[in-house]
Protein backbone atom coordinates (compact mmCIF):
# COMPACT_ATOMS: atom_id res chain seq x y z
CA UNK A 1 0.00 0.00 0.00
CA UNK A 2 1.52 3.12 -1.25
CA UNK A 3 2.08 5.63 2.02
CA UNK A 4 -0.70 8.04 2.52
CA UNK A 5 1.54 10.92 3.26
CA UNK A 6 2.91 10.99 -0.29
CA UNK A 7 -0.49 11.46 -1.76
CA UNK A 8 -1.41 14.59 -0.06
CA UNK A 9 2.01 15.77 2.01
CA UNK A 10 0.90 19.50 2.46
CA UNK A 11 -2.49 18.69 4.53
CA UNK A 12 -2.28 18.20 8.02
CA UNK A 13 -3.37 14.94 9.93
CA UNK A 14 -4.57 14.27 13.03
CA UNK A 15 -3.77 14.11 16.12
CA UNK A 16 -4.58 17.69 16.39
CA UNK A 17 -4.11 19.79 19.05
CA UNK A 18 -6.97 20.57 21.45
CA UNK A 19 -8.52 24.06 20.74
CA UNK A 20 -11.52 25.66 21.74
CA UNK A 21 -13.25 28.75 21.15
CA UNK A 22 -16.36 29.81 21.54
CA UNK A 23 -19.13 30.30 18.42
CA UNK A 24 -18.24 31.27 15.73
CA UNK A 25 -15.07 31.42 16.25
CA UNK A 26 -12.08 32.96 14.30
CA UNK A 27 -10.48 30.92 11.39
CA UNK A 28 -7.32 32.60 12.06
CA UNK A 29 -7.04 31.39 15.83
CA UNK A 30 -6.75 27.54 14.78
CA UNK A 31 -3.94 25.14 14.79
CA UNK A 32 -2.97 24.86 12.05
CA UNK A 33 -5.35 27.21 10.40
CA UNK A 34 -7.31 25.89 7.34
CA UNK A 35 -6.19 25.95 3.79
CA UNK A 36 -8.40 28.34 1.73
CA UNK A 37 -6.48 28.56 -1.21
CA UNK A 38 -5.17 31.74 -0.68
CA UNK A 39 -1.74 30.52 -1.91
CA UNK A 40 -2.88 27.14 -3.57
CA UNK A 41 -6.16 28.17 -5.40
CA UNK A 42 -5.73 28.82 -9.57
CA UNK A 43 -8.49 30.31 -11.22
CA UNK A 44 -9.55 29.50 -15.29
CA UNK A 45 -11.99 32.60 -15.69
CA UNK A 46 -14.68 30.19 -15.47
CA UNK A 47 -17.22 33.05 -13.65
CA UNK A 48 -15.87 35.96 -15.06
CA UNK A 49 -18.50 38.69 -14.99
CA UNK A 50 -20.96 37.10 -12.72
CA UNK A 51 -21.66 38.42 -9.21
CA UNK A 52 -22.46 36.18 -6.18
CA UNK A 53 -23.76 36.81 -2.53
CA UNK A 54 -21.69 34.02 -0.20
CA UNK A 55 -22.85 33.74 3.49
CA UNK A 56 -20.53 32.45 5.70
CA UNK A 57 -17.69 33.85 3.36
CA UNK A 58 -15.48 35.10 6.22
CA UNK A 59 -13.97 31.31 7.01
CA UNK A 60 -14.20 27.48 6.33
CA UNK A 61 -15.75 26.60 2.93
CA UNK A 62 -17.45 29.45 2.45
CA UNK A 63 -13.91 31.75 2.42
CA UNK A 64 -12.53 29.27 0.30
CA UNK A 65 -15.28 29.49 -1.85
CA UNK A 66 -15.22 33.51 -1.87
CA UNK A 67 -11.67 32.84 -3.24
CA UNK A 68 -11.97 30.74 -5.92
CA UNK A 69 -14.77 32.87 -7.24
CA UNK A 70 -13.03 36.06 -7.20
CA UNK A 71 -10.01 34.02 -8.86
CA UNK A 72 -12.45 32.89 -11.63
CA UNK A 73 -13.17 36.85 -12.25
CA UNK A 74 -16.44 37.03 -10.20
CA UNK A 75 -17.44 39.86 -8.14
CA UNK A 76 -18.20 38.72 -4.23
CA UNK A 77 -20.15 39.89 -1.62
CA UNK A 78 -19.31 37.57 1.49
CA UNK A 79 -21.67 38.07 4.48
CA UNK A 80 -20.52 37.05 8.26
CA UNK A 81 -20.90 37.60 11.64
CA UNK A 82 -19.78 40.89 13.20
CA UNK A 83 -17.23 38.91 15.49
CA UNK A 84 -15.97 37.26 12.67
CA UNK A 85 -14.72 40.84 11.28
CA UNK A 86 -10.74 40.12 10.88
CA UNK A 87 -11.85 37.05 9.51
CA UNK A 88 -13.81 38.63 6.56
CA UNK A 89 -11.18 41.74 6.32
CA UNK A 90 -8.09 39.19 5.56
CA UNK A 91 -10.79 37.04 2.93
CA UNK A 92 -11.93 40.58 1.41
CA UNK A 93 -7.80 41.65 0.63
CA UNK A 94 -7.30 38.52 -0.64
CA UNK A 95 -10.07 38.71 -3.06
CA UNK A 96 -9.38 42.36 -4.31
CA UNK A 97 -6.29 41.53 -5.00
CA UNK A 98 -7.54 39.26 -7.76
CA UNK A 99 -8.89 43.47 -9.29
CA UNK A 100 -12.53 42.05 -8.70
CA UNK A 101 -15.22 43.81 -6.65
CA UNK A 102 -14.92 42.42 -2.78
CA UNK A 103 -17.74 43.61 -0.38
CA UNK A 104 -18.00 42.81 3.21
CA UNK A 105 -21.60 43.27 4.39
CA UNK A 106 -22.58 41.99 8.40
CA UNK A 107 -25.20 40.79 9.69
CA UNK A 108 -27.27 37.64 11.26
CA UNK A 109 -29.23 35.62 8.97
CA UNK A 110 -31.33 34.35 11.53
CA UNK A 111 -33.02 37.60 11.05
CA UNK A 112 -35.64 38.01 8.31
CA UNK A 113 -35.63 41.59 7.38
CA UNK A 114 -31.70 41.58 7.55
CA UNK A 115 -31.68 38.47 4.79
CA UNK A 116 -33.64 40.70 2.41
CA UNK A 117 -31.42 43.90 3.30
CA UNK A 118 -28.69 41.76 2.55
CA UNK A 119 -30.33 40.82 -0.93
CA UNK A 120 -30.99 44.15 -1.99
CA UNK A 121 -27.58 45.58 -0.45
CA UNK A 122 -26.08 42.78 -2.67
CA UNK A 123 -27.85 44.09 -5.89
CA UNK A 124 -26.74 47.50 -4.92
CA UNK A 125 -23.08 46.63 -4.41
CA UNK A 126 -22.96 44.77 -7.60
CA UNK A 127 -25.68 45.67 -10.35
CA UNK A 128 -26.81 42.26 -10.60
CA UNK A 129 -27.19 39.21 -8.50
CA UNK A 130 -26.02 35.81 -10.56
CA UNK A 131 -25.06 33.20 -8.02
CA UNK A 132 -26.27 32.64 -4.51
CA UNK A 133 -24.29 30.59 -1.77
CA UNK A 134 -26.71 29.87 1.33
CA UNK A 135 -23.13 28.16 3.34
CA UNK A 136 -23.55 29.94 6.80
CA UNK A 137 -24.39 26.93 9.29
CA UNK A 138 -24.26 26.35 12.64
CA UNK A 139 -23.09 23.34 14.45
CA UNK A 140 -23.09 23.31 18.23
CA UNK A 141 -23.11 19.25 19.28
CA UNK A 142 -24.92 18.09 22.70
CA UNK A 143 -25.08 14.37 23.79
CA UNK A 144 -28.82 13.85 24.81
CA UNK A 145 -32.39 15.26 23.73
CA UNK A 146 -33.45 16.06 26.78
CA UNK A 147 -30.15 18.69 27.08
CA UNK A 148 -31.23 20.31 23.55
CA UNK A 149 -33.12 23.57 24.41
CA UNK A 150 -35.67 24.82 22.54
CA UNK A 151 -32.93 28.50 21.98
CA UNK A 152 -30.46 25.75 20.61
CA UNK A 153 -32.80 23.95 18.21
CA UNK A 154 -34.53 27.14 16.83
CA UNK A 155 -30.88 28.78 16.25
CA UNK A 156 -30.03 25.98 14.21
CA UNK A 157 -32.96 26.10 12.27
CA UNK A 158 -33.02 29.95 11.74
CA UNK A 159 -29.52 29.85 10.47
CA UNK A 160 -29.48 26.82 8.73
CA UNK A 161 -32.67 26.19 7.39
CA UNK A 162 -34.90 29.85 7.61
CA UNK A 163 -32.02 31.78 6.21
CA UNK A 164 -31.77 29.83 3.69
CA UNK A 165 -35.13 30.06 2.71
CA UNK A 166 -35.58 34.15 3.05
CA UNK A 167 -32.38 34.66 1.12
CA UNK A 168 -33.61 32.39 -1.61
CA UNK A 169 -37.47 33.70 -1.76
CA UNK A 170 -35.74 37.32 -2.01
CA UNK A 171 -33.06 36.77 -4.64
CA UNK A 172 -36.03 35.27 -6.83
CA UNK A 173 -36.54 38.62 -8.00
CA UNK A 174 -33.13 39.13 -9.31
CA UNK A 175 -31.77 35.84 -10.60
CA UNK A 176 -32.33 35.27 -14.57
CA UNK A 177 -32.01 32.29 -16.50
CA UNK A 178 -28.25 30.80 -16.22
CA UNK A 179 -28.39 31.77 -12.65
CA UNK A 180 -27.19 29.26 -9.93
CA UNK A 181 -28.35 28.63 -6.28
CA UNK A 182 -25.89 26.17 -4.23
CA UNK A 183 -26.67 24.95 -0.50
CA UNK A 184 -23.97 23.63 1.28
CA UNK A 185 -25.66 20.77 3.09
CA UNK A 186 -23.64 17.70 5.09
CA UNK A 187 -22.50 14.22 5.37
CA UNK A 188 -24.64 14.31 8.14
CA UNK A 189 -28.04 14.85 6.24
CA UNK A 190 -27.43 11.12 5.34
CA UNK A 191 -25.36 9.04 7.85
CA UNK A 192 -26.84 11.60 10.93
CA UNK A 193 -24.80 11.31 14.41
CA UNK A 194 -25.94 10.88 17.72
CA UNK A 195 -24.97 13.87 18.80
CA UNK A 196 -25.33 16.18 16.15
CA UNK A 197 -29.53 15.83 15.76
CA UNK A 198 -30.69 18.97 15.18
CA UNK A 199 -28.05 19.79 12.92
CA UNK A 200 -28.55 16.86 10.87
CA UNK A 201 -32.09 17.68 10.17
CA UNK A 202 -31.38 21.19 8.91
CA UNK A 203 -28.84 19.96 6.36
CA UNK A 204 -31.48 17.10 5.70
CA UNK A 205 -34.05 20.19 4.75
CA UNK A 206 -31.76 21.59 2.56
CA UNK A 207 -31.38 18.66 0.34
CA UNK A 208 -35.12 18.36 0.06
CA UNK A 209 -35.17 22.15 -0.59
CA UNK A 210 -32.50 22.00 -3.18
CA UNK A 211 -34.22 18.74 -5.26
CA UNK A 212 -37.97 20.74 -4.95
CA UNK A 213 -36.36 24.22 -5.68
CA UNK A 214 -34.80 22.33 -8.74
CA UNK A 215 -38.21 21.27 -10.10
CA UNK A 216 -39.80 24.53 -9.36
CA UNK A 217 -37.05 26.50 -11.18
CA UNK A 218 -35.96 25.19 -13.76
CA UNK A 219 -38.37 26.09 -15.77
CA UNK A 220 -36.99 29.91 -15.34
CA UNK A 221 -33.49 28.55 -16.33
CA UNK A 222 -32.31 28.42 -12.72
CA UNK A 223 -30.13 25.96 -11.57
CA UNK A 224 -30.14 24.81 -7.84
CA UNK A 225 -27.77 22.18 -6.66
CA UNK A 226 -25.81 21.46 -3.44
CA UNK A 227 -22.40 20.22 -1.78
CA UNK A 228 -22.20 17.97 0.94
CA UNK A 229 -18.63 18.13 2.57
CA UNK A 230 -17.38 15.30 5.12
CA UNK A 231 -14.95 16.27 7.82
CA UNK A 232 -13.54 19.61 6.68
CA UNK A 233 -10.91 21.39 8.82
CA UNK A 234 -12.48 24.37 9.90
CA UNK A 235 -13.65 26.68 13.14
CA UNK A 236 -16.89 25.42 13.47
CA UNK A 237 -15.53 22.30 14.44
CA UNK A 238 -13.13 23.46 16.84
CA UNK A 239 -16.29 25.99 18.60
CA UNK A 240 -18.46 23.34 19.48
CA UNK A 241 -19.45 21.61 16.85
CA UNK A 242 -17.00 18.72 17.97
CA UNK A 243 -16.42 17.09 21.16
CA UNK A 244 -12.63 17.79 21.93
CA UNK A 245 -11.66 14.48 21.55
CA UNK A 246 -12.86 13.98 18.37
CA UNK A 247 -11.41 17.57 17.42
CA UNK A 248 -8.02 15.80 17.79
CA UNK A 249 -9.06 12.63 15.75
CA UNK A 250 -10.98 14.65 13.33
CA UNK A 251 -10.97 13.30 9.89
CA UNK A 252 -8.79 9.95 11.02
CA UNK A 253 -11.83 7.66 10.25
CA UNK A 254 -11.68 9.02 6.14
CA UNK A 255 -10.04 6.86 3.87
CA UNK A 256 -7.74 9.15 3.13
CA UNK A 257 -7.28 9.60 7.03
CA UNK A 258 -7.13 13.16 7.38
CA UNK A 259 -10.06 16.28 6.83
CA UNK A 260 -10.40 17.78 4.26
CA UNK A 261 -9.10 21.26 3.77
CA UNK A 262 -11.44 24.12 2.10
CA UNK A 263 -9.94 24.45 -0.96
CA UNK A 264 -10.45 21.17 -1.74
CA UNK A 265 -14.16 21.58 -1.97
CA UNK A 266 -14.52 24.83 -3.18
CA UNK A 267 -13.76 23.47 -6.99
CA UNK A 268 -17.41 22.10 -6.51
CA UNK A 269 -18.77 25.27 -5.86
CA UNK A 270 -16.79 26.68 -8.91
CA UNK A 271 -18.68 23.94 -11.18
CA UNK A 272 -21.97 24.09 -10.36
CA UNK A 273 -21.72 27.90 -10.80
CA UNK A 274 -20.26 28.03 -13.97
CA UNK A 275 -22.03 28.11 -17.23
CA UNK A 276 -19.97 24.63 -18.21
CA UNK A 277 -22.27 22.93 -16.04
CA UNK A 278 -25.74 24.46 -17.32
CA UNK A 279 -27.71 20.91 -17.09
CA UNK A 280 -26.59 19.76 -13.86
CA UNK A 281 -29.80 20.89 -11.41
CA UNK A 282 -31.09 19.26 -8.13
CA UNK A 283 -28.02 17.48 -7.73
CA UNK A 284 -26.39 16.91 -4.42
CA UNK A 285 -22.28 16.86 -4.83
CA UNK A 286 -20.27 15.35 -1.92
CA UNK A 287 -16.80 15.17 -1.30
CA UNK A 288 -15.89 13.16 2.05
CA UNK A 289 -12.31 11.71 1.80
CA UNK A 290 -13.31 8.65 0.43
CA UNK A 291 -16.08 7.63 2.99
CA UNK A 292 -18.60 6.97 0.37
CA UNK A 293 -21.48 8.64 1.68
CA UNK A 294 -23.24 9.42 -1.56
P1 LIG B 1 -17.24 28.16 9.44
O1 LIG B 1 -17.49 28.35 10.89
O2 LIG B 1 -15.98 28.69 8.91
O3 LIG B 1 -18.42 28.78 8.60
C1 LIG B 1 -19.73 28.92 9.08
C2 LIG B 1 -20.12 30.37 8.92
O4 LIG B 1 -21.51 30.51 9.21
C3 LIG B 1 -19.42 31.31 9.89
O5 LIG B 1 -18.23 31.81 9.36
C4 LIG B 1 -20.45 32.43 10.07
O6 LIG B 1 -20.10 33.56 9.31
C5 LIG B 1 -21.73 31.85 9.50
N1 LIG B 1 -22.84 32.00 10.45
C6 LIG B 1 -23.15 31.21 11.49
N2 LIG B 1 -24.24 31.70 12.12
C7 LIG B 1 -24.61 32.82 11.45
C8 LIG B 1 -25.66 33.77 11.61
N3 LIG B 1 -26.57 33.65 12.57
N4 LIG B 1 -25.71 34.81 10.74
C9 LIG B 1 -24.78 34.95 9.75
N5 LIG B 1 -23.79 34.06 9.55
C10 LIG B 1 -23.71 33.03 10.39
O7 LIG B 1 -17.35 26.59 9.17
P2 LIG B 1 -17.50 25.73 7.83
O8 LIG B 1 -17.22 24.35 8.24
O9 LIG B 1 -16.77 26.31 6.72
O10 LIG B 1 -19.06 25.82 7.55
C11 LIG B 1 -19.60 26.20 6.30
C12 LIG B 1 -20.77 25.31 5.97
O11 LIG B 1 -20.28 23.98 5.74
C13 LIG B 1 -21.82 25.19 7.07
O12 LIG B 1 -23.09 25.22 6.50
C14 LIG B 1 -21.53 23.83 7.64
O13 LIG B 1 -22.68 23.27 8.24
C15 LIG B 1 -21.12 23.08 6.41
N6 LIG B 1 -20.39 21.83 6.65
C16 LIG B 1 -19.16 21.84 7.24
C17 LIG B 1 -18.51 20.64 7.45
C18 LIG B 1 -17.16 20.58 8.09
O14 LIG B 1 -16.68 19.50 8.39
N7 LIG B 1 -16.49 21.70 8.30
C19 LIG B 1 -19.11 19.43 7.06
C20 LIG B 1 -20.35 19.46 6.46
C21 LIG B 1 -20.98 20.67 6.25
MG1 LIG C 1 -16.41 32.38 10.41
Redesign the pocket.
Known amino acids: MADRDTLNPQYPRPPFQTQTQQP ?2 L ?1 SKMIPEPDHGEKSYRGNGRLKGKCALI ?2 G ?5 RAVAIAYAREGANVVI ?3 PE ?1 ESDAKSAIEVMKAEGVKAVAIP ?4 DENFCHSLIEQTVEQLGKLDILVN ?5 QYCESLEDLTTEAFDATFK ?2 VYAAFWLTKAALRHLKAGASIIN ?1 T ?3 AFKPSPILVDYAQTKACLVALTKSLAKQLGPRGIRVNAVA ?4 W ?4 TSGGQPQEKVEQFGADAPLGRPGQ ?1 VEIAPLYVLFASDECSYASGQVWCSDGGTGTL
Do not use: F, H, M
Open positions: PGDTGDSGIGNYLEGDLRNAGRQTNTSVQPGPYSVLQP
